[in-house]
T-cell receptor
Framework: TQLLEQSPQFLSIQEGENLTVYCNSSSVFSSLQWYRQEPGEGPVLLVTVVTGGEVKKLKRLTFQFGDARKDSSLHITAAQPGDTGLYLCAGYTDRGSTLGRLYFGRGTQLTVWP | DTEVTQTPKHLVMGMTNKKSLKCEQHMGHRAMYWYKQKAKKPPELMFVYSYEKLSINESVPSRFSPECPNSSLLNLHLHALQPEDSALYLC???????????????FGPGTRLTVL
């Protein structure tokens, strides 16, 4: 069961363009984490959103958590080649048998061409 | 310090070999995780240790054997692996759900395992 639907799966754009990645679920999460991963390396935590409606900015990256805490988006303004990587959203829930577990989306492979 | 270290960086082993992957964190985290990741796919959870006790085993084959000697260390013992086990093995740690808070997971750089 894929709890988090992440889209698009692949994104290939030119430097300077804007883009948005979406993560959607029918489940409510306690928090949602966004990671960026480069080939052969571990995922690096970019941000954690916790409160419904929360917006966080990290330079050119804007993260939003839906009001109902079921969905999230990542918007990148003026993408640069250094933004290339695999972007992963992961929802955390602390209920019962799901204790201590992240549910990952399928990932978005972003390529930014110079 | 938000660093999780993993050794070795790369490992090549035959199907009859026994090897171990090691993971270490010094953030005082009480939960540690092993994940398996294939190329361009999300990490797949294998094991979770909470307060040095195995709390989640995602039906992983017995040729993978985890061990948590203390709160800072996590090992994954490998024996009689198959070529399809070749992947990036990631370790992660977090404060642990019992500690409340965000329980953010921090990942190590991974071990690239190739089984011949």
């Amino acid at each position: 069961t894929q709890l988090l639907e992440q889209s698009p799966q692949f994104l290939s754009i030119q430097e300077g363009e804007n883009l948005t990645v979406y993560c959607n679920s029918s489940s409510v999460f306690s928090s949602l984490q966004w990671y960026r991963q480069e080939p052969g390396e571990g995922p690096v935590l970019l941000v954690t959103v916790v409160t419904g409606g929360e917006v966080k900015k990290l330079k050119r990256l804007t993260f939003q958590f839906g009001d109902a805490r079921k969905d999230s988006s990542l918007h990148i303004t003026a993408a640069q080649p250094g933004d290339t990587g695999l972007y992963l959203c992961a929802g955390y829930t602390d209920r019962g048998s799901t204790l201590g577990r992240l549910y990952f989306g399928r990932g978005t492979q972003l390529t930014v061409w110079p | 310090d938000t660093e999780v270290t993993q050794t070795p960086k790369h490992l090549v082993m035959g199907m009859t070999n026994k090897k171990s992957l090691k993971c270490e964190q010094h953030m005082g985290h009480r939960a540690m995780y092993w994940y398996k990741q294939k190329a361009k796919k999300p990490p797949e959870l294998m094991f979770v240790y909470s307060y040095e006790k195995l709390s989640i085993n995602e039906s992983v084959p017995s040729r993978f054997s985890p061990e948590c000697p203390n709160s800072s260390l996590l090992n994954l013992h490998l024996h009689a692996l198959q070529p399809e086990d070749s992947a990036l093995y990631l370790c992660a740690s977090s404060q642990g759900p019992a500690a409340g808070g965000l329980n953010e997971q921090f990942f190590g750089p991974g071990t690239r395992l190739t089984v011949l």
